[in-house]
């Protein structure tokens, strides 16, 4: 069964920031956003075994497997790497994750965070792209494919080892086009010249996107009043051509009808549209950001149990509005329960998981100054 882009909708569903509600995962508002996206004909999901400390993949089950018949909807999960110590942790982890999410077979299945160094080496040491093969042709997955955090050059021995692959899961927004350590516009590029469907994360960068300071939300506003500044986001990545499916990972449901509006009778960006947001691009970068999208790989393993997303937002805010009280208001209540930026020990967890590859060390640094000194 070959992968067509045009069975998919052009809308996933991350389920990797659902609502949470006194610590867990909220399941009657995830129901709700579950139905509304359903009902508007869009119907993939996207988790990940290590997505809410595995509760992801239990809501899949609750949410969607056990409401709705198992034809109507299309789930993706992913095999970790940092979970891979032997051979038999591959179908271990498998096993495990039909169980969570309650069903036999996996309509799309990744290597998560496919990049160079430790996790791309543990794949090709547990020869995880053969035996994703293998479950393919046992029936237990329907497309096999994997996410990617690498360079470039890696992206293309992969794809010329492994022609077998189907898909390939990048990050891209319009923010990050030219970064050179996402590299989204040099990935798409590749994969678009090898005609290679691909799944998109992070449109809105974590939500960066969609929350901008209101002279870039003003300047978008001028041309199409009636859009959301997370639309133009969205609407940039599902213009360009070989983009099967959009993610948005979905917090609550005045953001899922936002996104259902913008795709349901889904308008490509004018010239004049493509001209704005390249302003808009020019103007944000005269300010020197973190490119933290708040994935929060790097929060567990923290061994001083600093949330780590949450001071860099909070440097960011500071970074942008010098004088502003509120990053500090922010940053003493968060470290009411979790560690102080101080705390840190250089252990380098945090930076060996991290995707955007910050220095986050460094930054932790800055944070202690900029919110630590008397």
């Not at 497997?65 to 789930?75: A, G, I, L």
Request: charged share 25%.
């Amino acid at each position: 069964m070959s992968l067509n882009i045009a069975d998919m909708p052009k809308l996933g569903f991350g389920l990797m920031r659902l609502p949470v509600k006194d610590e867990v995962i909220d399941l009657d508002t995830v129901c709700k956003m579950v139905d509304m996206y359903m009902e508007s004909g869009f119907n993939y999901f996207d988790t990940a075994y290590v997505y809410h400390g595995g509760d992801s993949e239990k809501t899949v089950k609750k949410a969607i497997v056990e409401r709705y018949p198992r034809d109507s909807f299309t789930v993706a999960t992913k095999l970790p790497a940092w979970f891979l110590n032997s051979f038999e942790d591959r179908d271990k982890v498998f096993n495990e994750q039909c169980d969570r999410c309650g069903v036999d077979y996996f309509d799309y299945y990744l290597l998560h965070s496919v990049e160079d160094g430790n996790n791309y080496d543990a794949y090709v040491k547990y020869d995880c792209f053969n035996w994703g093969i293998r479950k393919k042709e046992e029936g237990k997955i329907r497309h096999f494919g994997f996410s990617f955090h690498g360079t470039p050059a890696l992206l293309e021995k992969i794809l010329d080892e492994h022609p077998e692959v189907e898909f390939v899961q990048i990050q891209l927004n319009y923010a990050d086009w030219d970064n050179q350590v996402v590299h989204s516009g040099e990935l798409y590029e590749i994969l678009h010249s090898r005609g290679i469907p691909m799944i998109i994360m992070e449109p809105v960068k974590g939500g960066f996107l969609a929350n901008l300071d209101s002279e870039y939300a003003d300047m978008y506003k001028a041309v199409r009043p009636d859009k959301s500044v997370a639309s133009w986001a969205l609407r940039f990545v599902g213009s360009l051509e070989g983009v099967a499916t959009i993610l948005s990972g979905m917090g609550h449901p005045e953001q899922m009808q936002d996104n259902i509006d913008t795709f349901k009778n889904f308008e490509p960006l004018t010239e004049e549209e493509e001209e704005t947001i390249a302003k808009v691009k020019k103007k944000l970068f005269e300010i020197p950001l973190i490119g933290c999208t708040a994935c929060r790989y790097c929060v567990d393993g923290c061994p001083m149990n600093i949330s780590i997303p949450d001071v860099l937002s909070a440097v960011n805010t500071r970074r942008k509005f010098p004088n502003d009280g509120r990053p500090q208001f922010f940053y003493n209540g968060l470290i009411d329960r979790f560690g102080k930026a101080s705390d840190c020990i250089a252990c380098g967890q945090c930076e060996g998981v991290c995707p955007q590859h910050l220095p986050i060390i460094e930054l932790m640094k800055e944070a202690s100054d900029k919110f630590e000194q008397a």
